[in-house]
């Protein structure tokens, strides 16, 4: 078994059409998150992620 993340925007439309794609190649979906906007500090500075989604996904290998 193979596993991917994908993300999305937070837009359901898009969600939607990306979950239809994912699965007509094959992929079985295992989870799906939405994160809201929050500000991501690293090494470098901070910077302002914005809200979306995760996909957690199987893929036939």
């Known amino acids: 078994m193979s596993y991917a993340v994908a993300t999305c925007p937070d837009d359901v439309e898009r ?3 990306l979950l239809h794609s994912l699965g007509e190649e094959g992929s079985r979906i ?5 994160q809201p906007e ?3 500090r690293t ?6 992620q914005p809200s979306g ?3 957690v996904l199987e893929y036939p290998s």
Not at 43 to 48: A, N, V, W
């Open 15 to 17: 969600l939607k059409t």
């Open 53 to 55: 989604y995760i996909i």
């Open 43 to 48: 090494e470098d500075g901070e910077f302002r």
């Open 30 to 34: 295992i989870n799906v998150i939405w």
């Open 38 to 40: 929050r500000d991501i």
